[in-house]
Nanobody
Framework: DVQLQASGGGLVQTGCSLRLACEAS????????MSWVRQAPGKQRELVAF????????NYADSVKGRFTISRDNAKNTVYLQMNSLKPEDTAVYYC????????WGQGTQVTVSS
């Protein structure tokens, strides 16, 4: 079974940093692109960052460009999201996702940024 276990969320103040991690299992991690998606209350889901299987192709939402960095360690089956200069509008549940025939979602990790 595909499993995505996200961690690293928390409550921080504006301007602080967090590093999210998502450990994957149940599939050949190195063969698949990974994404981070966030869902804030009352807002549409937003694709925050994407990284291809080898890590050579990366894309970010305009809202996080220059502040967030996605990376992956294929030896550890883990994808990361380094979030710097956090803002209150970054408050959301963050999910890692993978598309294998369909979209698989992890359980999410809550990020709350206080002003």
């Amino acid at each position: 079974d595909v499993q995505l276990q996200a961690s690293g969320g928390g409550l921080v103040q504006t301007g602080c940093s967090l590093r999210l991690a998502c450990e994957a299992s149940g599939f050949t991690f190195s063969a698949y692109a990974m994404s981070w998606v966030r869902q804030a209350p009352g807002k549409q889901r937003e694709l925050v960052a994407f990284i291809n299987s080898g890590g050579g192709s990366i894309n970010y939402a305009d809202s996080v460009k220059g502040r967030f960095t996605i990376s992956r360690d294929n030896a550890k089956n883990t994808v990361y999201l380094q979030m710097n200069s956090l803002k209150p509008e970054d408050t959301a549940v963050y999910y890692c996702t993978v598309v294998i025939g369909r979209v698989y979602w992890g359980q999410g990790t809550q990020v709350t940024v206080s002003s």
